[in-house]
């Protein structure tokens, strides 16, 4: 860490759904003088708030406006679709779309899927959000489909959901602003894509100028002749009479 960064804060923009817990607590081992601050945020506004400097990196749900951000794909998501316990499907392990023609599905304004052609029947109405969207599948009017981990987010013991295998998968991502790209979001993308603590791309702890000069220390010093010079205790102190 450089002195400028010290009494910064790394501020972190997450979408619903991810959990960077097993992130932050490698960054407070590695960068402890830097604390990090949490921010959750709506998978719709994580964008603006990367663009206007509400944070300094960001979990995001692809695809995003790549516009003046620098984007690296993490990993995708099965999606599920999200039942009531006593529904027809539920008695399945895995499903496909065809499975779900005759039911109404409903269509969130935050949904993140993207889709060629949407599954089921339309919907009665398009709620606001996925939280709203939960609470109708609760209520009996439409099943849902989502990202397995927003799934869990909002699960409730009336509710189950089941893998639908053929269906379109949610892509996480780490996206930073490009023109922001600083040391400490240097050292979170190592943090998320593994890197140990002495890989070579690290900050080192020692600048590589410093390596020659200590090498040439470590070198015997010479005598006015240009030859190595002999330790006195290497010296012969006369010839052995014959």
Known sequence: ????????????????????????????????????????????????????????????????????????????????????????????????????????????????????VRPGLPAFTRPATTADAVALVAAGTGLLLVPQSLARLHHRRDLTYRPVLDAPQSQVALAWPTDATTDLVEDFIGIVRGRTVNSSRGRAPASPSEKPAQRRAQKPARDGSGRKAVPASRKRKGHRPR
């Open 1 to 116: 860490m450089t002195d400028g960064e010290t009494g910064s804060v790394f501020r972190l923009a997450y979408v619903p759904g991810v959990t960077p817990a097993k992130w932050v607590n490698i960054w407070s081992e590695r960068v402890p003088g830097v604390p990090i601050t949490l921010v959750a945020v709506p998978a719709a506004e994580v964008v603006g708030l990367l663009r206007d400097g509400g944070a300094d990196a960001g979990f995001v749900r692809l695809p995003v406006d790549r516009d003046g951000l620098s984007v690296i794909p993490l990993y995708m998501e099965t999606t599920v679709v999200v039942v009531p316990k006593d529904h027809a499907v539920a008695a399945a392990d895995e499903l496909a779309i065809a499975d779900l023609t005759d039911d109404e599905v409903l269509h969130p304004l935050d949904d993140t899927i993207e889709w060629t």
